[in-house]
């Protein structure tokens, strides 16, 4: 099973390989998942809202929360 985990390495059947973000293809999340965000920053956190084409996230060890597009997020594992 292929996964993305949180520091950025992809599993492949069972073998860790390190990726760029621009290499990675992005599922939409759902309420509730963890994210990355494809940006400069690559934060993660946590989705907490959609509407449309906007995903509303709460940033990880901050109080801070950001209005996205959802297409520039990664679905974490």
Do not use: W
């Amino acid at each position: 099973m292929e996964r993305v985990l949180p520091n950025g390495t992809v599993m492949i059947q069972g073998q860790a390989a390190p990726v760029r973000c621009d290499e990675l293809t992005t599922i939409p999340p759902g309420k509730k998942d963890r994210v990355r965000l494809i940006t400069e920053d690559q934060a993660m956190g946590t989705v907490i809202g959609l509407d449309g084409p906007d995903a509303v996230i709460r940033i990880d060890n901050s109080s801070d929360f950001r209005i996205v597009p959802i297409v520039s997020l990664v679905k974490l594992a």
